[in-house]
């Protein structure tokens, strides 16, 4: 389900978080030690005095993988600050109540009347085994639904969105007295999909059903091309699916990479050292938040 591991995989941990009932994880085809990747972000012009490192994450993990490293961890330790995609995950409650306000308006078509009859079948499949009803999925806008139906698929592989990276690195943060800050609200994550055009909403829908037999394979190839670092794999896993959609691609990806650089010189411009951990999609390709520092005259090395 390469929509939900790319660009859904966060949204669809808020949507898990507030589940209690997740099966037992199934067996999964991933690599347990790995290097994911990193960046190192320094200033070469007057006033870039700060410094960055940069850590791709995935948001959802498997309980048995190593992907600590002592590069990784000398860099969490050289940081005064972490700064990650979007705080309040950790209330699922508030979380839930900012979805369902944005998810649900009046006078939606009917769920299956917004995809080709072809895909009804596989429809029926993903709720009949999803922890929420036809009904409920009627009363969403399509963004809200593909979201809904991406959270329950990732849901059955038994994955529980309390141990990905960011939950882990916002711990051990918080443990040692660091602040902890972000470069979007839930609001406005959720904003980027609520002002989609319908035209690429149902796109999204559409891919979230035509991809739910392969969600297994799909978040195997993904968690693999992240932990072991290859950049290449995860730019090939994101330019698929609906991405391929330029008007889709430039509301999910490129705006909020441009803004997050922006975000990010801003911060650059005082001293300091933070650790920047946001989905490993957003750091990689032309797009990337770190190509666009680089170009504006900060130097940037990989250094895992």
């Known amino acids: 389900m390469r929509i939900t591991t790319t660009l859904l995989s966060l949204l669809a941990s808020l949507l898990l978080s507030a589940c209690n009932n997740a099966p037992d994880p199934v067996s999964l085809n991933t690599v347990k ?24 994450t995935i948001h959802i993990l498997p309980d048995d ?33 900012i979805f369902s306000r944005l998810a649900v308006s009046p006078g939606q078509e009917k769920l299956d009347t917004r995809i080709d009859p072809s895909l009804h079948a596989d429809l029926d499949r993903i ?46 943060f918080a443990k040692a007295g660091k602040p902890i800050e972000a470069l979007e609200t839930i609001e406005l994550q959720l904003g980027y999909f609520d ?17 739910s037999s392969n969600s297994q394979q799909e978040f195997e190839q993904l ?36 803004d997050w650089a922006e975000q990010l010189d801003k911060r650059l411009q005082n001293p300091g050292t933070s650790l920047i951990a946001v989905g490993t999609a957003h750091l990689a390709g032309p797009d990337a938040v770190q190509a666009t520092l680089a170009k504006r005259g900060y130097k940037v090395e990989k250094i895992q």
């Open 195 to 211: 002002k989609l055009p319908e035209a690429q909403q149902r796109q999204m829908l559409t891919s979230v059903i035509e991809e």
């Open 33 to 56: 030690v790995g290097t994911p990747a990193l960046w190192k972000v320094t200033g070469t012009q007057p006033g870039q005095v700060g410094t960055a490192y940069m850590f791709g």
């Open 223 to 258: 968690f693999n091309a992240w932990i072991t670092g290859d950049i290449e794999h995860i730019v090939t896993l994101t330019d698929s699916g609906i991405l391929t959609d330029p008007k889709t691609r430039e509301y999910l990806l490129v705006r909020r990479n441009a």
């Open 127 to 172: 709720i009949d085994s999803a922890n929420i009803s036809e009904r409920t999925l009627n009363r969403m806008e399509s963004w809200a639904a593909a979201l809904s139906l991406a959270s329950a698929q990732t849901q059955s592989l038994g994955l529980d969105s309390s141990g990905g990276v960011e939950k882990k690195l916002t711990d051990q």
């Open 65 to 97: 993988v190593e992907w600590r490293t002592p590069v990784l961890e000398a860099a969490i330790a050289d940081s005064d600050k972490l700064v990650i995609e979007v705080l309040g995950l950790d209330d699922p409650q508030n979380a839930a109540k």
